[in-house]
């Protein structure tokens, strides 16, 4: 604090005394009076009083304001430091103890000078990114967009971070609503190319103009949602439309056969018939022209089909006909289809009507056909063993099936295979009859074949097989009877014909037995053998009797007098010892057991 000296204050009162009395001469050098020279003083006096107290008011004020501006500076370095709210600035307090206003002012001014300047930084920080954040809502929202406001009194580092916060997530808004837009207009541009629509008229009748991948407002996607779904909903129409025509087309081209070269048009578009929604992509696929030219080849092909219907109907008519052949159905459908086309010309009936009837009729009887195919296909079998039964009865009654000629082991094979197939035929009947019964109890109604009942038919076989069986045992027997008598009334009989007798009747029983065709069992080979032993020990008994006839008597000898095991094919096919076949093929004289043994 400044001090006045006492040189000071007494220099003041010389120097005022010094003046007083200049002025003092003065007065006596006017004859200024007592009292006005009084009433001067008192003001000069009054004129001082009133300096020294404006003064000191001065001195007050400026005490004052600074005084203020200490206070203010300090209270808006705290607000700032609020306001920012960052914990490493803090207010470093100025001490007032030794220092005097104009002191602290100037200790707090630079403080108060980096708080602004930091608090406009932030507010700069806070300005870019509410005005990112408010153009981004304007872009989504256009019209009535409640902006983000600004509040100074909060500029902390929290409130800063959950703005960069909401802008990173407007961005991200702003990202998929930008790829929603162009997902949008890239479906409606795909769907305008399928139905034949040009997209920007739409889009300018919508928008009133071309609508950009940036616009990304609630009404722009939502009217390109609205729109999208509309083109949809009008291609989905469009895609059953043209599946109910292209149905159409396809069963009036198989109906009516026509030719690949008349399909070739439309055939890409009818092997698309199961094609989805998101599958047609092709431009103008769906388009109203082409709608059209579908539409107008249906009407071209119904026009046809009226004018073909009569061969239409004979065409089904033979495919019924041909189905129920094929199943041994015995059906009469003349006179019905007489009815039919007489229906078809007057304009009685409807044709389509006419060829649903026909095309169930043709439906049931596949069915039938179906159901019946288990059994038909055993009565082909029968069938087929009933030939091969024809065959080798044919072939035993031939007496020169023994005869070496080219083939004869094939036609040897073939009757074997035979033979076997001939021996199933009983459990093929009775099979076939078990399963025919269970048809019918399981339907209900009798199995016809050709007209006829199966099982009538398979018993009737049945009988007659059995009757031509008792006929061939009653031949056999006749036959054996018969040559017994023969025997034994001839006047050469003796001895050797007695041997004969015995030695036939082994070898036939032997052969009783059905030994394969391929070869002779060991066992009558033996037979054979011990035969020809025992006989050929009696040649010498044989007196009176010719070389030839001996060779008819002896199957054991040879030209030369040799005795083989086993006869010769000359002497099968001449052979010398009396018999024959039976019609039934099996062997009961010695001839037939020699051929047994060679074959």
Sequence with gaps: ML???????????????????????????????????????????????????????????????????????????????????????????????????????????????AMRQRREERKSQFFEILE??????????????????????????????????QLEYLRTEK?????????????????????????QEILKG????????????????????????????????????????????LELWTLMDTPVEEQQCFREVASNIAASEDEITEPNSLSLQFLKNIENEV???ETLKTSKMRDLVLKKKLELEDISARAHIVERFNTEIESILTALETGVSDPSAILESLETKISNAKEDAFNRKEILERVEKWQAACEEE????????????????????????????????????PGMVEVLVSKTKAWEKERGMEFRYDGMELVAM???????????????????????????????????????????KQVSRTLSGRQERKPSLGGTPRSA??????????????????????TAKRRQLDPCSSENGSRPSTPSKSDVVNGGINGGDDDDGEISTPQSVSSATFF
Excluded at 210 to 232: F, H, M, W
Excluded at 400 to 407: H, L, P
Excluded at 525 to 546: I, M, Q, V, W, Y
Aim: hydrophobic share 35%; glycine share 6%; net charge positive.
């Design 3 to 113: 001090i006045f000296p006492k040189d000071f204050l007494l220099q003041m009162e010389v120097t005022s005394g010094r003046l007083l009395s200049e002025l003092q001469s003065i007065w006596d050098e006017i004859g200024q009076s007592n009292a006005e020279r009084d009433i001067k003083l008192v003001e000069i006096q009054q004129q001082c009083l009133n300096v020294y107290r404006n003064t000191i008011e001065e001195a007050k004020k400026l005490k004052a304001n600074l005084e203020r501006e200490i206070t203010d500076s300090e209270e808006e370095i705290r607000a700032i430091s609020a306001a920012i709210g960052d914990p490493n600035l803090h207010f470093r307090e100025v001490s007032t103890s030794n220092m005097c206003l104009r002191e602290r002012m100037e200790a707090i001014y630079p403080q108060l000078e």
């Design 132 to 165: 990112k954040i408010n153009s981004i809502l304007r872009e989504i929202k256009p019209y009535n967009t409640p902006l983000v406001g600004f509040d100074e009194s909060d500029l902390s580092v929290g409130k800063l971070a959950k703005l960069k916060s």
């Design 175 to 199: 990202v998929n609503r930008t790829k929603q837009v162009g997902e949008l207009l890239n479906s409606l541009n795909s769907l305008c190319l399928v139905l034949g629509i040009d997209s």
């Design 206 to 249: 919508e928008f009133g103009s071309s609508v950009a991948a940036s616009n990304i407002s609630d009404g722009v996607i939502q009217r390109l949602v609205s729109e999208t779904d509309r083109l949809r909903v009008l291609k989905m129409s469009r895609i059953e439309k043209l599946q109910d025509m292209v149905m159409s087309m």
């Design 299 to 301: 009407k071209r092909l």
């Design 390 to 425: 024809a065959w080798l009865e044919e072939y035993n009654r031939d007496d020169n099936r023994y005869n070496v000629s080219k083939g004869a082991h094939l036609v040897l094979k073939r009757a074997e295979k035979a033979r076997s197939v001939v021996g199933k035929i």
């Design 458 to 500: 398979l018993e009737e076989y049945t009988c007659q097989r059995q009757e031509r069986e008792q006929e061939k045992k009653r031949l056999r027997e006749q036959r054996k009877h018969k040559t017994e008598q023969e025997v034994q009334n001839s006047p050469k009989a003796g001895p050797l014909m007695g041997l004969k």
């Design 525 to 546: 080979r033996k037979a054979e053998n011990a035969g020809c032993t025992a006989f050929s020990s009696r040649r010498s008994d044989l007196s009176g009797l010719g």
